[in-house]
Structures are given as structure tokens and as C-alpha cells.
């Protein structure tokens, strides 16, 4: 069983879990459009591919998967989610699976805003947002919100451009000047858990569950965290992903504030923290090459030990290119 992992980057780590023996993975293929991406070079064949935004891009894939006999394709990118799913009919049709939700899911988790009404329709609970000063004018005046808040990108990612903000003039200011729309989302104090969820691609369900309390984040990514196990918590998570059509592997983000969860984000796809739940013995490339494989994988929703630290630090390799 082949698979090709897009914009890899420094995803060494990940690669590193669909090559161990044993996860049912022959071979690991790996695109970027850089050659300077380090987890190019622990793949067992890799390619330098024209950037997503390229018209000719798509059928670089396409190319790549034929040559390599691809069984599946897995996107890390924001982007590079929706672009694959909304022509997964073409990789489907030359029997290719692309690991990935749907298009409309993506582009619902995607806007921040859109994810945050959705969830509110479901009656999950989510924190207070708005999109302009009038709108968290009110919000303030009926005391549904209040300063500080925190301030990003609606269709941002990685943690660019996000700002806490505890005054009405920076807050009028970014909205006004932000080179994209802006959500105005309040101040989370309290805890944030950072969630691992695997939703089976062939049953639809979720059937595996990895909570860590962060510790520190850096650039975006969690740094330090400590896996736990909450009941409460595991509940909500299925609550949320039975409103969803999501598929494979998802990263959320959830904040516990005076005893109370709230969502926060979900992102379709691999989250940066997930080396945490696998050091753990939560499998995901191996629930993945079952899936392909024809099987459904058994419910194994919290098992795992509660305690385990992650702390993260830099490695690096060198090479000639």
C-alpha cells in the first residue's frame, strides 16, 4: 500500500509513524514545492511540485500518484484540503483515496465565522464571536461579551495575525484596516485542550480520542502539553463530530473556563500536536491503512494513559542538495 503525503514540510515526525513496521504502509511518498522541506528527505521517494496556487499543479499530482501506483493521498495544507477534496472524484475514479473530509466541511471549518454560527445552531457550546464594531458594540452593551478579546483572521491559520485586543479603538482600527475580515472572538481565560480525533472512513464514526491540556504554545503549535482524560470532554467531542461530515484525521481545539468547555476551532486534518497522542500508542497511519485496507477499525475512544508529558524541542538535518 502506497501513499503520497502533500506539502510535508517539517512534518518529519509524521512520516516517520506511516513508515514504522508493522502500520500496514509499503511505501511513503512526499511533495512540496520547496526543496528545503526536511520531511522530504525521510520519504522513500519525493517530488518537488509547482505551488498549489498553479494551474498545472493538479495534474502534477495526478502524474505522481499514476507513476508511484498511489493507494492514498493525504493533505497537511489549509488550502490544499480543499483543493483535493473538491476533485476527489478524479482520484476516486483512478483508485485513489484522498484522506479528507468533504469540501463543504472543510470550507465550514475554515471560516471561522461560518464554524461559529454552525456550532451555535447545534447547541454546542462555543465562545461569543462577531465580525464588525457595531455588531460587538451590542454584544457589549447586553453584556453577551466583553473586553479583552481576541482578534484573527476568519479564514486564518497557524496563528497569523492573531492580537488580544482590550480597547474599542484598536479594535475599530483592525477591523477597518486588516487586509482580511477579521473575527472578534472573546477572551478565553482559563485552560485550552488541544483534541486528536480519528473519524473512521469507512464507518463514519469516531473511534479514537487523544485529549492534551497545553502546557506552552510556540509559533501556532503546541510546545509542551500533558494528555488527560475527561469524560466531559470525550462527550462533547462526539457530540461535535456527529454534527459534522468529518473523515480521517481531525485536530480541534477546545478552552475550559470555570469548569465549562467551549469549542474553539476544528481544522480537517493533522494538527502539529498529534506526535503527543502517537508517542502515547494512538495510531492514526495505522487506523488509516486499515481503512484502506477494507476494515473498519474497532472504537478505542480514550486508550491511553492520562499523565504522559510531551516536550518538544529542535532537532535538524544537514545535506547537499
Not at 137 to 145: F, H, N, R, S
Not at 148 to 177: A, H
Not at 185 to 191: K, L
Amino acid at each position: 500500500m502506497n501513499i503520497l503525503i502533500l506539502s510535508c514540510g517539517t512534518r518529519n515526525k509524521l512520516i516517520r509513524y506511516f513508515k514504522e513496521p508493522g502500520n500496514g504502509i509499503d511505501r511513503v511518498i512526499g511533495t512540496d514545492c520547496s526543496a528545503y522541506a526536511p520531511a522530504l528527505y525521510e520519504t522513500d521517494a519525493h517530488y518537488i511540485v509547482p505551488r498549489m496556487t498553479s494551474p498545472d499543479y493538479l495534474d502534477t499530482i495526478f502524474d505522481i500518484c499514476k507513476k508511484e501506483k498511489i493507494d492514498a493521498l493525504l493533505p497537511l495544507q489549509e488550502d490544499e484540503l480543499f483543493l483535493i477534496s473538491s476533485h476527489r472524484e478524479k482520484f476516486e475514479k483512478a483508485g485513489m483515496t484522498p484522506i479528507v473530509s468533504d469540501k463543504e466541511t472543510i470550507e465550514l471549518c475554515r471560516d471561522k465565522y461560518a464554524f461559529y454560527q454552525h456550532m451555535k445552531q447545534n447547541g454546542l457550546p462555543v465562545l461569543p464571536s462577531c465580525q464588525n464594531p457595531d455588531e460587538f458594540q451590542k454584544c457589549l452593551e447586553a453584556g453577551e461579551m466583553n473586553f479583552p478579546v481576541f482578534m484573527k483572521p476568519v479564514r486564518g491559520c497557524g496563528s497569523i495575525g492573531i492580537q488580544k485586543v482590550d480597547n474599542m479603538e484598536l479594535l475599530t482600527v483592525l477591523c477597518k484596516y486588516s487586509s482580511e475580515n477579521m473575527l472578534i472572538q472573546q477572551y478565553a481565560e482559563g485552560e485550552e485542550y488541544g483534541i486528536d480525533l480519528y473519524v473512521d472512513l469507512c464507518s463514519h464514526e469516531p473511534v479514537s480520542v487523544f485529549i492534551k491540556k497545553k502546557l506552552r504554545m510556540r509559533a501556532g503549535e503546541t510546545e509542551k502539553s500533558v494528555s488527560v482524560k475527561e469524560e466531559a470532554l470525550f462527550a462533547l467531542i462526539q457530540k461535535t463530530a456527529a454534527s459534522l461530515p468529518l473523515a480521517g484525521p481531525i485536530d480541534m481545539d477546545v478552552f475550559c473556563i470555570h469548569g465549562n468547555y467551549y469549542l474553539s476551532e476544528i481544522n480537517p486534518r493533522f494538527g502539529g500536536g498529534y506526535p503527543h497522542a502517537h508517542a502515547c500508542g494512538v495510531n492514526f497511519p495505522k487506523l488509516i491503512a486499515a481503512n484502506l485496507a477494507g476494515r473498519e477499525n474497532p472504537n478505542t475512544v480514550g486508550n491511553y494513559e492520562a499523565g504522559i508529558c510531551m516536550l518538544k524541542y529542535t532537532d535538524l538535518m544537514t545535506l547537499k542538495l
